[in-house]
């Protein structure tokens, strides 16, 4: 005989056959087990740059050692399942824009999260201008570049610009804070990605 499965809670179950005349049999080892359906609950970083390449984290339930990963219709590689709610995967190249990412396990069951992952052009930091300014901060500084995204953040050696203007994909302003003698690095982090410029500005005194 056969018969289709009903919907259930995740486990292990046993089967019983009853029949018309109402004997029926329930086997210890003849059971039916109902893996849990996959579910995706964050995916970091959110973006990666359209040539692909970009390590992705992905957490939630019911992950599947074997499962498939797809950013939107293409398959991720080095797919790695390290427990049941957390795996890693590398990003496949892909046209620039926002993907839905799926997670298919071996069992057929799987989850979709529309809009997912970012595919961005590979921004890139070029120079600052002016190239210093003094230790009280409040200089106003021209980061120039490309592909920046509105939302960017600027560090001063490690130490958030107190205010940061999208004036272009290629620019942006951003207000020098305090900071230490010394020449420190640049950083802008835009859409999940972290460039930076090393020992671009320089702190002195007067």
Same mark, same amino acid.
């Given at each position: 005989?056969?018969?289709?499965?009903?919907?259930? +809670?995740?486990?292990?179950?046993?089967?019983?056959?009853?029949?018309?005349?109402?004997?029926?049999?329930?086997?210890?080892?003849?059971?039916?087990?109902?893996?849990?359906?996959?579910?995706?609950?964050?995916? $970091?970083?959110?973006?990666?740059?359209?040539?692909?390449?970009?390590?992705?984290?992905?957490?939630? $339930?019911? %992950?599947?050692?074997?499962?498939?990963?797809? %950013?939107?219709?293409?398959?991720?590689?080095?797919?790695?399942?390290?427990?049941?709610?957390?795996?890693?995967?590398?990003?496949?190249?892909?046209?620039?824009?926002?993907?839905? !990412?799926? !997670?298919?396990?071996?069992?057929?069951?799987?989850?979709?999260?529309?809009?997912?992952?970012?595919?961005?052009?590979?921004?890139?930091?070029?120079? !600052?201008?002016?190239?210093?300014?003094?230790?009280?901060?409040?200089?106003?500084?021209?980061?120039?570049?490309?592909? %920046?995204?509105?939302?960017?953040?600027?560090?001063?050696?490690?130490? +958030?610009?107190?205010?940061?203007?999208?004036?272009?994909?290629?620019?942006?302003?951003?207000?020098?804070?305090?900071?230490?003698?010394?020449?420190?690095?640049?950083?802008?982090?835009?859409?999940?990605?972290?460039?930076?410029?090393?020992?671009?500005?320089?702190?002195?005194?007067?």
């Amino acid at each position: 005989l056969s018969a289709t499965t009903i919907a259930q +809670a995740a486990g292990v179950w046993p089967i019983t056959v009853t029949n018309p005349d109402g004997q029926s049999v329930t086997s210890a080892t003849a059971v039916f087990t109902v893996e849990e359906a996959p579910a995706i609950a964050a995916v $970091s970083p959110l973006a990666g740059v359209k040539e692909g390449g970009t390590e992705v984290t992905l957490t939630g $339930s019911g %992950f599947q050692t074997g499962a498939q990963v797809l %950013f939107g219709a293409l398959d991720g590689t080095n797919v790695t399942v390290s427990s049941s709610t957390t795996l890693t995967v590398t990003a496949p190249a892909h046209d620039v824009g926002l993907v839905p !990412v799926t !997670v298919r396990n071996p069992d057929g069951q799987s989850v979709t999260v529309n809009r997912a992952y970012q595919y961005v052009e590979a921004p890139t930091l070029l120079s !600052v201008n002016p190239a210093g300014g003094d230790v009280a901060g409040g200089e106003s500084v021209h980061l120039l570049g490309a592909g %920046f995204a509105s939302g960017a953040t600027v560090a001063f050696g490690g130490v +958030a610009a107190t205010d940061v203007t999208f004036l272009t994909s290629g620019e942006l302003l951003a207000v020098a804070p305090p900071h230490d003698p010394g020449a420190v690095d640049v950083t802008v982090t835009s859409q999940g990605l972290t460039l930076t410029l090393t020992g671009a500005y320089t702190y002195s005194r007067g």
